[in-house]
């Protein structure tokens, strides 16, 4: 029942004054993510959320970042970090070194995230080989339990083009809403381009 009480919390999240935080992305259009070369095509709108995550990275939803949260991380290169510091003095984030191999993204993300959300256990699921953004890359589902007590399903496609990190990821509840969005996530990460 807590759950469930939450969960329509969350709902509720996309207040009218945070979607003016938002700007929305069109259907059909090619868009340019992370502030890169990256372009995707979405085939439904979505709402990118004006506040970066991280210096190299964008956020979009389409209900409200606990409920859908697509994140684009772009051009990471040596001493980046995925997101913005919490705490730099007593626990700093994790740093890509471009010597890192596609088979340590998953670590590092898990690193990135135990900080930056507060994510008390992650738990990849599976990892294979991909083809993305034409480069060999890596695609990985995870789980999650955070503060919050839900418990989230994620996926991520990686790759490394000249020593910088290339990530999408895409995260949402466990319950109901991964499903529900996940094909809207595999559209973005197919019509991803690099120029």
């Known amino acids: 029942m807590r759950k469930l009480g ?5 709902l509720f999240a996309l207040t009218p004054a945070a979607a003016s935080a938002h700007r929305l992305i069109e259907a059909n259009a090619a868009v340019t993510v992370a502030r890169s070369d990256v372009t995707v095509t979405p085939t439904i709108e979505w709402n990118r959320i004006s506040q970066r995550p991280g210096n ?20 990471v290169g040596d001493g980046d970090t995925l997101f913005r510091e919490v705490n730099r003095r007593e626990m700093p984030l994790p740093q890509f070194s471009g010597n890192m191999l596609l088979v340590d ?3 590092f993300l898990e690193s990135s995230l135990r900080i930056s959300k507060g994510v008390a256990t992650f738990e990849v699921t599976s990892a294979a080989p ?3 953004l034409s480069h060999d890359g890596i695609r990985f589902e995870f789980t999650t339990l955070g503060a919050d007590d839900l418990q989230r399903r994620g996926v991520a496609q990686a790759t490394i083009i000249d020593g910088n990190l290339f990530m999408m990821l895409y995260e ?23 120029d």
Do not use: C, K
């Open 6 to 10: 939450l969960m329509l919390s969350m």
């Open 105 to 107: 993204v998953p670590s």
């Open 130 to 132: 991909v083809q993305f």
């Open 172 to 194: 949402a509840p466990a319950l109901h809403f991964f499903q529900r969005n996940l094909a809207d996530f595999e559209q973005l990460v197919a019509s991803a381009r690099i």
């Open 56 to 75: 190299r990275a964008e956020r979009w939803t389409l209900d409200g970042e606990l409920l859908n949260d697509v994140l684009f991380f772009a051009e």
